[in-house]
């Protein structure tokens, strides 16, 4: 038996000795550069493509959140009508220069991000190769939603600004970032960060949970390993429904507090400003205001966000694998 091991090894070391080892590692090293940066191509290219196509309604749902005007799919209609006569078609997308700057390295850093904590959990549980248990996928999508915000908070917060505010307070998102610093302070820019992050946590959590649950459960029961783009969209828009109605409240605390600077408030913490909403306007139609707007342009947006990224992560493993093929 003993000789049986020796004569293993001196074979494995004889196979091994005529490519050279260290001409393998490299391809591995480049193997999981790329897997990277396809996975933060494809989250930029998701988070764009959502974002830019339901912009109008992301941003009149702002100027309900900010505002003590009682929400309704009529007054949201005038609101838009109204801003299209005045300002012009091109106007129902204004902030969106900035909603790019910020949502391209989020989107980008939260599905990378996402892969590599599933990668890491599944290590730490035993689980490579196979989908997470429900409580790992639920930490995995919490953990890359508050990597992401973390590191782009402050491109949020000149978002919410220039979707509230005409075109003469602020031209640009550098003015924007200068008037804030200058006028209230380098604080102001993180103004909103904690219930941003305690948001966060459930919304992109049970986000990327119901996403990916809803994939196992289709490839479970129909027998293919990946779902079409329509069933991809259903599954998208779930996650978006269930996550965005979970962490709704905190979203428009979050607003107040990051325009309180234009809009004469003074939103100190999370539970003063909770209270100040409740008191003027009411739980529901305070802390829940523009919700339905939110069940129409969020499963949208997350259904687009998912199925992008993924219809992008298949194109560019075909196209790297036709290229190894041809080389």
């Known amino acids: ?27 591995e090293g480049n193997q999981e550069n790329k897997k990277v940066l396809n996975s933060l191509m494809s989250g930029a290219l998701a988070g764009a493509v959502a974002k830019t196509a339901v912009a109008p309604l992301d941003r009149t749902k702002i100027m309900f959140q900010v505002s003590s005007k009682r929400f309704s799919a009529k007054e949201a209609y005038r609101l838009i009508y109204r801003t299209y006569l005045n300002e012009g078609f091109w106007s129902l997308w204004r902030g ?44 995995a999508g919490s953990l890359a939603g508050t990597t992401a915000a973390m590191l782009t908070y402050p491109l949020d917060m000149v978002r919410a600004r220039m979707a509230v505010t005409p075109k003469e307070m602020y031209s640009n998102i550098v003015h924007v970032f200068i008037r ?19 948001g966060v946590i459930p919304y992109a959590g049970l986000s990327f949970f119901t996403y990916e649950t809803l994939k196992k459960l289709h490839a479970d029961h129909s027998g293919k390993s990946q779902p079409s783009p329509p069933e991809r969209l259903l599954f998208g828009a779930c996650a ?6 979970a962490s709704y409240p905190l979203d428009v605390v979050r607003r ?19 209270q100040e909403i409740i008191r003027e306007e009411g739980l529901i139609r305070g802390l829940y205001k523009g919700l339905s707007m939110n069940w129409v342009k969020g499963p949208i947006a997350v ?12 194109l560019l493993r075909k196209l790297q694998h036709s290229t190894n093929v041809e080389r």
């Open 1 to 27: 038996m003993g000789n049986g091991v020796r004569e293993g090894q001196v074979d494995f070391k004889r196979q091994d000795a005529e490519p050279v080892t260290p001409t393998h590692l490299p391809p």
């Open 96 to 139: 969106n220069s900035a909603t790019m700057v910020r949502v391209i390295p989020y989107a980008a850093i939260q599905f990378c991000a996402h892969e590599e904590y599933k990668q890491l959990l599944g290590s730490y549980y035993g689980f490579q190769g196979k989908a997470l248990t429900p409580f790992p996928r639920f930490i």
């Open 180 to 198: 804030i610093s200058r006028e209230e302070g380098l604080k102001t820019l993180y103004r909103g960060f904690t219930p941003t992050i305690l």
């Open 240 to 245: 978006g429904l269930i996550g965005q109605s």
């Open 256 to 274: 107040r507090m990051q325009t309180a600077g234009v809009m004469g408030h003074t939103y100190s913490s999370i539970l003063l400003t909770m």
């Open 303 to 314: 259904g687009i966000s998912f199925t992008t990224f993924d219809l992008t992560q298949i």
